[in-house]
C-alpha cells in the first residue's frame, strides 16, 4: 500500500510542475520538448544520486515512476 501512496504523492508533484511548464511557455510543443529533456536530465542525476544514497523501493517509485514520469507523460493529455 505503500508503493501506491509514494507513486501518488510523486504524479501529485510531477503532474503539477507539468502544467506549471506548460502556462509558463504557452506553447504545447515547446513546452512538451523543455519537459521532456529537463525530465530526462532529472532521470539520470536521481539514478546516479539513488545509487551512491541507496534509496529504498519507495523513494525510487516515488521519484521515477511517479515524479518523473507524471512530468514527462503528462503532455500527452494537455492538447488543445
Given at each position: 500500500?505503500?508503493?501506491?501512496?509514494?507513486?501518488?504523492?510523486?504524479?501529485?508533484?510531477?503532474?503539477?510542475?507539468?502544467?506549471?511548464?506548460?502556462?509558463?511557455?504557452?506553447?504545447?510543443?515547446?513546452?512538451?520538448?523543455?519537459?521532456?529533456?529537463?525530465?530526462?536530465?532529472?532521470?539520470?542525476?536521481?539514478?546516479?544520486?539513488?545509487?551512491?544514497?541507496?534509496?529504498?523501493?519507495?523513494?525510487?517509485?516515488?521519484?521515477f515512476v511517479g515524479l518523473?514520469?507524471?512530468?514527462?507523460?503528462?503532455?500527452?493529455?494537455?492538447?488543445?
Open positions: 500500500m505503500i508503493e501506491i501512496i509514494a507513486m501518488a504523492v510523486g504524479g501529485a508533484i510531477g503532474t503539477c510542475l507539468r502544467y506549471l511548464t506548460y502556462t509558463l511557455t504557452k506553447s504545447s510543443l515547446s513546452g512538451a520538448l523543455i519537459v521532456n529533456l529537463v525530465g530526462c536530465i532529472f532521470a539520470g542525476f536521481f539514478w546516479e544520486l539513488s545509487k551512491i544514497q541507496n534509496l529504498s523501493s519507495n523513494k525510487r517509485l516515488l521519484i518523473i514520469g507524471a512530468f514527462t507523460t503528462f503532455s500527452a493529455l494537455i492538447i488543445d
